[in-house]
């Protein structure tokens, strides 16, 4: 279902190409070249860059301590094991991801599927031992009124360049909650909690396996904090955390 709305989307896309010259979502100008937004629009994507804290993914770039764990996860214990993150979430990242996940510019997810790639590309030591490939699922009732799970559509791109299992389908929100955006970091934890059950039927493909969680954002890490404890809980031997933008 989510290759099947990425190539509807392509499809429909092309098709308007041919007719009209493709324009940046963001901004209006013309797009580049291989490209769905303009070239300033894609000037303004900052990378995350290393070295990052090993629990969250912050760059610790001028940090005046040699470290390997920020200051706000010192002292603190997660289910997940590490995360990264390849972008950051301010100007252009924020506005495309916005369009993407609200507006249903699907078209967008191109961009993002192939930026992280290349990203995993230039740390291949994230994927290393991994088995399985699974995104941070949404609630049944949101996926039908979004029609897409924006965070499937990035882990299965990385499925696919990479020929890792997606085992999206083990894992599910049986609660549906409040936007995590309206909440405060405390709220978020709280809101989250007991809301993500494995399903019964997949047990093979977490119960001793080294799991990438992939998702499109990461603000606080509750929600990959809590799908992680469900996935060791159920079995899993070790979770690493991969989003495609940090927020602050």
């Not at 360049?161 to 709220?187: G, H, M, W, Y």
């Amino acid at each position: 279902m989510v290759f099947l709305l990425y190539m509807l989307s392509q499809i429909k896309d092309g098709l308007l190409s041919l007719v009209y010259p493709p324009l940046c979502p963001i901004c209006g100008a013309k797009a580049r070249d291989n490209s769905v937004i303009c070239e300033t629009c894609f000037s303004g994507i900052k990378k995350n860059l290393p070295p990052y804290c090993v629990k969250c993914g912050r760059s610790l770039r001028g940090s005046t301590e040699n470290v390997e764990i920020c200051w706000e996860c010192s002292g603190k214990d997660f289910y997940y094991d590490k995360s990264w993150s390849a972008f950051l979430y301010e100007g252009a990242v924020k506005e495309a991801l916005h369009l993407f996940k609200y507006s249903g510019k699907l078209s967008i997810s191109r961009l993002f599927c192939g930026l992280l790639i290349n990203f995993l590309k230039e740390n291949r030591q994230i994927l290393t031992g991994i088995d399985a490939v699974i995104a941070v699922p949404l609630h049944s009732v949101k996926l039908r009124e979004r029609e897409f799970n924006q965070a499937h559509m990035l882990a299965s791109a990385i499925s696919k360049e990479f020929k890792i299992q997606d085992s999206s389908a083990c894992l599910k929100r049986a609660v549906r909650t409040r936007p995590q955006s309206e909440l405060d970091k405390n709220e978020r934890y709280e809101n989250v909690k007991n809301t993500f059950a494995v399903t019964a039927q997949t047990p093979g493909v977490y119960v001793g396996k080294n799991i990438l969680l992939v998702d499109d954002l990461f603000t606080t890490g509750a929600t990959l904090n809590e799908c992680g404890r469900v996935l060791k809980e159920a079995g899993a031997d070790s979770i690493r955390c991969l989003t495609f933008a940090r927020g602050a």
